[in-house]
């Protein structure tokens, strides 16, 4: 009897929780129930201004500022390379991939691109003007330690 009524109560609850998380969950497909047929949306308008975004924190990968579309990104051409590699930075006058690009896992420096880090855009990703689903209360690090550095030490709170 005991078990069965464990098993009972946590079927209840774990239903419940469900149900709570759907509720909370950014609805990608607007109001509409998901039985009903809708337009997909327009695709949002990438950002390609080719202003260089600050990074969120110092390993951010950097995110794309300028047009990625119809580049080859595959096992024949990877043309994220032919301005980023450090022989074509000069013509290019892009940033170039930076030392942990040419690192295997090991840490050795290798004389190429390393291959955990061919596929660019695992890592780095345009941006586009839609609106976040959920609000973003990230905070910046030199917004956590400003107390720090106007006490010139460790903070008192
Ligand atoms: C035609 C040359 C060219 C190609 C091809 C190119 N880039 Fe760029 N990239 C640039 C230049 C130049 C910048 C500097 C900002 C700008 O002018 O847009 C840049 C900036 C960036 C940055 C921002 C760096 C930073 O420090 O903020 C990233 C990330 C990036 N590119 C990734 C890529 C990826 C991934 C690809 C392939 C899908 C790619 N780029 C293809 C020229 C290029
Ligand atoms: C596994 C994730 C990953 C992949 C794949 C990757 N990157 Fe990065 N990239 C990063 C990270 C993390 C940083 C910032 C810290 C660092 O330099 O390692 C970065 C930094 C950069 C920068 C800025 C360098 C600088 O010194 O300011 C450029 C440009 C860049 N990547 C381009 C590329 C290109 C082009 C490719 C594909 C050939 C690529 N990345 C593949 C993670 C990645």
């Not at 079927?11 to 337009?39: I, K, S, W, Y």
């Not at 202003?51 to 969120?56: P, S």
């Not at 024949?76 to 940033?95: D, G, I, L, V, Y």
């Amino acid at each position: 009897m005991r078990p069965r009524l464990l098993f009972t109560a946590m079927a209840v609850a774990c239903l419940g929780a469900g149900a709570l998380l759907a509720q909370d969950a950014p609805r990608l497909r607007g109001p509409d129930p998901f039985t009903r047929e809708q337009a997909a949306p327009p695709m949002q308008r990438p950002i390609t201004n080719d202003i260089r975004v600050k990074r969120n924190y110092p390993d951010q990968p950097p995110v794309i500022p300028h047009a990625i579309e119809g580049y080859a990104l595959d096992l024949n051409a990877n043309k994220c390379m032919s301005c980023h590699a450090r022989r074509f930075t000069e013509q290019s006058q892009a940033p170039m991939i930076s030392v942990t690009h040419y690192q295997d896992r090991e840490g050795n420096t290798l004389g190429g691109l390393a291959p955990r880090r061919y596929a660019c855009l695992a890592c780095h990703v345009p941006q586009t003007e839609a609106r976040p689903l959920v609000d973003n209360r990230f905070v910046d690090m030199d917004v956590l330690t400003e107390p720090e550095r106007h006490s010139g030490g460790r903070s008192n709170r």
